[in-house]
């Protein structure tokens, strides 16, 4: 089966349910394994991969980011929608508003962040990052949410912290001064190695809290997942909606790996 299209599913979206004739896989990489799903969306192959594994057994600094990547990649994958739950850093946006975010801001500390790791490897590249996200994904997807009549925010910057712990209101007030909009854990380096291997990637991000000191209480994982259960459904459906209505020409510069990289 060619896949050229995949899911990564965050915290709350473990299952792509409506996706038939599903098939497991295991597959290998010189990163370590990966285990996602294959089948079929209204006649159209898909990958599903849980990025916390099926049962939110890995947290957001041990996932291995290389390795669902380079898995996609292997696979055939050309585009990739993700997932995932933030907190809020603007009043304006509550709970429950999805953002189909534009910009990251990377606040993460001790993960593999590349697959070129030097001469021994791969050679050194700098990659572009004027668009972080695949601009004709997002038009997508901006598209189809709009149609819903649904609280949504067309972009947003997304700063990425190491977690596993939630953050303090002096870094999330730190945070919103310099432009960051939502704050989750996993989206980085998920989107900058999807950009090295040549993929397509947007993220879809639910919001399901107000931030630390934005929030009027502590915040527990309890609140994020009942926001998702409540919005899982409507996730499931628009990213399928998005990935099946897909031209196939790749409209857009995540492919043009030799027009930005410098090589050696
Ligand atoms: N901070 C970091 N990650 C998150 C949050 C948050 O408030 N909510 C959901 N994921």
Redesign the pocket.
């Known amino acids: 089966m060619k896949v050229e299209l995949a899911i990564i599913g965050g915290?709350g979206f473990y299952h792509p349910e409506i996706i038939e004739n599903t098939e497991e896989l295991s597959l290998k990489t010189p990163y370590g394994d990966t285990h996602l799903l294959v089948g079929t969306y209204m006649n159209t192959p898909v990958a599903f991969l849980s990025r916390h594994g099926m049962k939110h057994g890995v947290p957001?600094h041990r996932v291995n980011y290389r390795a669902n990547i380079s898995a996609l990649k292997d696979l055939g994958v050309k585009r990739v929608l993700a997932t995932?739950?933030?907190?809020?850093l603007r009043k304006k946006l509550s709970p429950g508003t999805m953002v189909i975010t534009d910009q990251f801001i990377d606040f993460t500390k001790g993960r593999d962040g590349t697959f070129y790791e030097g001469e021994d490897s791969e050679g050194v590249v700098h990659t572009d990052f004027s668009e972080p996200y695949c601009g004709q994904l997002r038009k997508y997807l901006i598209k189809s949410i709009a149609a819903r009549g649904i609280d949504y925010a067309s972009k947003g910057t997304y700063i990425c912290?190491e977690?596993p712990r939630?953050?303090t209101p002096a870094e999330?007030k730190a945070f919103a001064l310099w432009g960051a909009d939502v704050?989750?854990?996993t989206g980085v380096p998920e989107a900058t190695l999807a950009r090295e291997a040549g993929l397509c990637y947007a993220n879809l991000s639910l919001?399901?809290?107000?931030?630390?000191g934005i929030?009027p209480h502590i915040?527990t994982h309890r609140e994020?997942v009942e926001m998702m259960e409540k919005k899982i459904n409507l996730l499931r459906e628009i990213i399928l909606e998005v990935l099946v209505a897909l031209p196939e020409a790749r409209e857009c510069n995540c492919w043009k790996k030799e027009d930005y990289s410098l090589g050696q």
Do not use: D, F, K, R
């Open positions: 915290t957001p995932t739950a933030v907190g809020s912290t977690g939630y953050e999330i704050v989750g854990m919001i399901t809290n107000y931030a630390a929030s915040l994020v």
